[in-house]
């Protein structure tokens, strides 16, 4: 453990000098590429335990996947396999391979919180309370959940959720902020009503452009004037009929960790606008000014920045959609498989608010790709689930690496994505470790 953490300290510090160090391979400062060659292939092959058929086309600065990942014990009741990146407030993803299931089972979903959650466990869920209101609501009302299950119309749609920041441990320089790999997603089937539903029951006014949450979970420094979060999305996004307040996931109610009682959720956008432990609904005259809306939180820089670059506040732009994603969630990094055999592989893609349209994998460092089998989604804003197998040419190690493009024909990058100073939306491939056997 503490050795793979070295290693991924030594790339983000100084991945030429890393790499020059750990494998003799040099970098070439204009072109960015960089060839594993003759002793410094060896050492890399020796430690991999097998040659690298497609050496010629791995590019310089790249930690092999299979020394890159690694996996941590869980220790969250409920979370079998997670890896937990800080236990105050708690936060914890979960590794590519767990989440192979098409639906994905809460002891599956990545949790994300910004504060102490509230105590719920001896409440009447009937009862919890969610006030509607609101400079742009004609009609406050205080909604018990009890009244929101009978007067509304009921759905169920699986729907994709995906921190913003998921990814960030890959950014140099690197990003404050949890250190999340690729396990910051998930897509569990959800049941409750439309958000426009309850926001026209109460009325929304000419001048509402904005609506968003208020919550029951405490500020961290325990001040109770201080709220943890408090995000909102466009008018536009909470009327689509997938922005839900939902109180069940996957068939039960919601686990605490995940909102019980009842939590918004407005999906392909970052997760955080997806309020848990649902207190008060805001429909607002302007965009949004609570906890984590203003500021650089969830912002990037509205047009690029060279690494490590201070943008001032006026310059950062909220994010909305998230970037096309895939995941390949079998088989499981490190994998060993015999020339002789085909290897399946399959994963998930989504793409934000849009739909994709065509997933790719390559197993030669991106030299080519082949197109996988891709379905549609069950719903709108749930991921889609690709399958493809592959023959490897000779033993030795290889990595297979996946590539969606969107319905707009926007690509997953290969390299990092824009760098912007809180990490957010680094959508680069994914890619596991293959060892070919004879
Ligand atoms: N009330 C409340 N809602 C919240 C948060 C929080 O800390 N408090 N975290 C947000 C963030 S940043 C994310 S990524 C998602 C995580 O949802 P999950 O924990 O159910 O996976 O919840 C969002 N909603
Ligand atoms: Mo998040």
Redesign the pocket.
Known sequence: MTKKQGLHRLYAKKPDTADELLWGRKIDPVSRRGFVKGSGLAAMAAVLGASIPFARYMPGGLIPAALAQSEEPFSIPGKSGLTVLNDRPINAETPAHLLDDAVTPASR???????VPPSTWDINPLEWQVHVEGEACERPQVLTLGEIQRRFRHQTLQLQ?E??GNGRSEFYPPAKGNQWTTG?I?CPEWTGVRLRDVLEDCGIAENAVYVAYE?A?AHLSGDPTKR??SRGVPLHKALQKESMIVWAMNGEPLPE???YPVRMLCAGW???V????LTRILIRDRVHDGAKMTGQSYRVPCKPVAPGASVADEDMCIIESMPVKSLISYPKSGIETRVTERMSVRGHAWAGDAAVKTVFTSIDFGASWQKAKLKKAVNWLAWQHWTTSTRFPEPGYYEVWARAVDDEGRSQPMVLPGWNPRGYLNNSCHRIAVLVTA
């Not at 979903?109 to 504060?115: A, D, E, I, S």
């Open positions: 979903l990545f949790v994300r919180n910004n504060g959720i921190c913003g910051a998930g919550a979970d943890p979060i960790l995940h909102g970052p997760a955080s997806s309020g848990k432990w």
